[in-house]
């Protein structure tokens, strides 16, 4: 039991997990900032657009309500949001992965220069060459 515990706190501490642990938070409070702009910015400017108070306005009542059974609507208007809300959380995360990739770019020509500029080291084989010339050079 002990091994396992061993190996699980391992595996749950490791950088990956964490990692993805930490966009799971993030990602839930991304979800509800979009899902705002959404609701309260975008679906407002909608439902101006067609001169209604909210987007229900779009939805199509396909039955009316009776006494023995509820109205049958097609939720137009909620199905766009859902694709707006979509658009908002696609567009921000292409911005995002798109000054990711843009800076691991960079990084890595960063990386190149600084190799490239930097003589090489010598190998063991200079060093010890380098070490018998200089002991011949001191030799009287």
Known sequence: MKKFIAEFKAFALKGNVMDMAIGVIIGGAFAAITGSLVSDVVTPLLAALFNSPNTDA??????????????????????????????????????????MNKA???????????????????SAEEKLLTEIRDLLRDKP
């Open 104 to 122: 691991h770019e960079l990084a890595e020509r960063n990386k190149a220069k600084e190799e490239a500029a930097a003589p090489p080291e010598p």
């Open 58 to 99: 779009l939805n199509v009542t396909l039955r009316a309500a009776t006494e023995d059974s509820e109205a049958i609507v097609l939720g137009l208007g909620t199905f766009v949001g859902t694709i707006l809300n979509f658009l908002v959380i696609a567009l921000v995360l292409f911005a995002v992965i798109k000054a």
